[in-house]
């Protein structure tokens, strides 16, 4: 059965280019979300084995997203998305619970090493 994952970006053009790598390798797209609060609220709706998750978006930014996540289900995998120089960000992501990071611009490898090695 293909894992499931939740896409959560404030970009549809970065959502469309992580559901574009991950369809094509046999993962199962079950929701995007456009900001934070949605993310928790996809969450709960579709249960995924994986989210992607954007750190910078209007509403309620993807750190704070993961925590509400990690209250939800402290077993949740999620990888944070950043674009470079967010490096502070990113270590905030990974104490709050955060399996990995990605980098835009996306490299298919590295989002599917990311992916692959928090799933298993």
Known sequence: MAHKILIVDDAA???MMIKDILSKNGYEIVG???DGA????KYKET?????TM???MP???GITALKEIKKLNPNAKVIMCSAMGQQAMVIDAIQAGAKDFIVKPFQ???VLEAISKALN
């Open 108 to 110: 298919a490898d590295r």
């Open 13 to 15: 053009f970065m959502r």
């Open 38 to 41: 949605q993310a928790v609220d």
């Open 59 to 61: 509403e309620m930014d």
């Open 47 to 51: 249960v995924p084995d994986l989210v």
């Open 32 to 34: 995007e979300a456009a």
């Open 54 to 56: 954007d750190i910078t």
